[in-house]
């Protein structure tokens, strides 16, 4: 089974409507991220988890909220979706102390 | 911000050749880190690198992190087709208090039969 997974793993939604991306791990680490991934680009942090009470928001957390359930949990939430949101949303976990962050297989979002 | 410029954007290669791209950054890092993304996935972590000069290979694959910590260059042996995908690099300054990864926007590596 793979460590981190992400659900779902494709996504289609209209303008206006409230999604949830989940994310789970099995491997035990206490810091979890979100970030968003656009063609040609490189991965932007949107939001990130250092425990289950600790949320800090990252480079481009306008439009997006997250909810760490628990350590091995972290969602990620459209409250109201719009269509540059259109992406590519990935999951990391990384361990305390450590620098190395690993990822899930994304969710695709589209948002028309 | 901290800004990683990544070159090339994109290659074009002869299986069986080498291949190196490289990373360069507006400030210092302390952790390098070279991910592949294969299409359809998230990005898998290849190699990790720690201290200026430091050297590290994972079988075809050697980067190393530069003396002046603000490059990193990744370089793959004898190309072969499974090679393709985007290769990502990644800076983070833990000195600085944050955790966080800078990330190259990618190098795309075609590998032609």
Sequence with gaps: DADVTQTPRNRITKTGKRIMLECSQTKGHDRMYWYRQDPGLGLQLIYYSFDVKDINKGEISDGYSVSRQAQAKFSLSLESAIPNQTALYFCATSDLGANEQFFGPGTRLTVL | ?113
């Design chain 2, 1 to 113: 911000g901290q800004q990683l410029n990544q070159s090339p954007q994109s290659m074009f290669i002869q299986e069986g050749e080498d291949v190196s791209m490289n990373c360069t950054s507006s400030s210092i890092f302390n952790t390098w880190l070279w991910y592949k993304q294969d299409p359809g996935e998230g990005p898998v972590l290849l190699i990790a690198l720690y201290k200026a000069g430091e050297l590290t290979s994972n079988g075809r694959l050697t980067a190393q992190f530069g003396i002046t910590r603000k490059d990193s260059f990744l370089n793959i042996s004898a190309s072969i087709p499974s090679d393709v995908g985007i290769y990502f690099c990644a800076g983070q300054n833990s000195g600085a208090g944050s955790y966080q990864l800078t990330f190259g926007k990618g190098t795309k590596l075609s590998v032609i039969p």
